[in-house]
């Protein structure tokens, strides 16, 4: 069984302040990973996967197969960051995704 | 210009009394999915559409059916709601294979009085 683990529901942060938002998982082939992100009043929508190995408005994710994590970095929170993000995982030969709970991002001035 | 469109945004349905919740999209994509989701949870996925071809989860009630009579249009059909399955419905889209993007609508948020 696939599963996808986002330990922390909630992190507040400083604007400025580095952001890490925290994303493991267990599968036993070789996964994707991505993370959406739901900004306020918005769909869903992604906001980078690994595979493509970019970096979207500031943010990078690094696949560890190692600790099976897939942790998403910002060095500079901004306010607009704030939101709720998931991580997802889609299992080698499917298009289908398991979804973490999700953590909300929240970015003080 | 949205390109996944789920009607109605909210619905308020009775205890028992079949509900259908729809999704249209304009990208032409063959993947259809239907997820559920929960207060503080994460989407669960109901089942999906490869073209005409059903998937349906192991743990989906059956409760819960699904048609596509196109490429264009999905249905969610509730055939007896219950409290329980008050949530918001997602409604998402892809092309066909590992690592492509799937694409969300805003969700349909279903109430069981």
């Known amino acids: 069984a696939q599963r996808v683990t986002q330990p922390e529901k909630l992190l507040s942060v400083f604007k400025g302040a580095p952001v890490e938002l925290k994303c493991n998982y267990s599968y036993s082939g070789s996964p994707e990973l991505f993370w959406y992100v739901q900004y306020s009043r918005q769909r869903l929508q992604l906001l980078l996967r690994?595979?493509s190995r970019e970096s979207i408005k500031g943010f990078t994710a690094d696949l560890n197969k190692g600790e099976t994590s897939f942790h998403l970095k910002k060095p500079f929170a901004q306010e607009e960051d704030s939101a709720m993000y998931y991580c997802a995982l889609s299992g080698s030969g499917y298009s289908t995704l398991t979804f973490g709970k999700g953590t909300m991002l929240l970015v003080s001035p | 210009d949205a390109m996944v469109i789920q009607n109605p945004r909210y619905q308020v349905t009775q205890f028992g009394k079949p509900v259908t919740l729809s999704c249209s999209q304009t990208l032409n994509h063959n993947v259809m999915y239907w997820y559920q989701q929960k207060s503080s949870q994460a989407p669960k996925l109901l089942f999906h559409y490869y073209d005409k071809d059903f998937n349906n989860e192991a743990d989906t009630p059956d409760n819960f059916q699904s048609r596509r009579p196109n490429t264009s249009f999905c249905f969610l059909d509730i055939r007896s709601p219950g409290l329980g399955d008050a949530a918001m419905y997602l409604c998402?889209?892809?092309?066909?294979?590992?690592?492509?993007?799937?694409?969300f609508g805003a969700g349909t948020r279903l109430s069981v009085l």
């Open positions: 998402a889209t892809s092309t066909r294979g590992v690592g492509n993007i799937q694409y």
């Open positions: 690994h595979i």
